[in-house]
């Protein structure tokens, strides 16, 4: 049974901080009904291309829905937010799912307060891969 608690999220804290710096973001940390560990991205250096200013990130396809720094992005917070003590024994087949606990990445919020996209606070480092789209376009 997926359980992650305040102290969990203390530990993980650090790590995904040190993420969100690295890429010149804003976020909080919050855990929901005892099992999923919830970062909402709340404004940033990076161009997510919302239209209502927010965006639910499939954790499962990040590689497949995003590209250049935004996937790095995304798949080095995925990564902080796991941490080291994540397992996934999920079994779908015999609808058996245990794992330390899951994980959701939200790019604004729905309801009160979009995403704001700030392309002057970019570090350095970053700026050459910052330039190239997003998104990758599905034929």
Known sequence: MAYVSQ???AELAPAIKAVLNKYGMKG?????????LCVTIKSG???????DG????????????YAGIQRKFLNELLDAMKGPKYFNNDDAM????????????????AWN?????MPNS??????ADASKPAYIIAA
């Open 122 to 127: 970019i570090p350095a480092e970053l700026k």
């Open 45 to 51: 250096a990076l161009d997510f291309d919302t239209r």
């Open 94 to 109: 015999t609808d058996y799912f245990h794992r330390s606990h899951y994980t959701d990445i939200t790019i604004g919020s």
């Open 113 to 117: 307060k979009p995403y704001t996209y």
């Open 7 to 9: 102290a969990d999220k």
């Open 28 to 36: 909080s940390i919050s855990i929901r009904n005892h099992s999923t």
């Open 54 to 65: 927010y965006t639910d990130v499939n954790v499962y396809w990040i590689d497949q829905h």
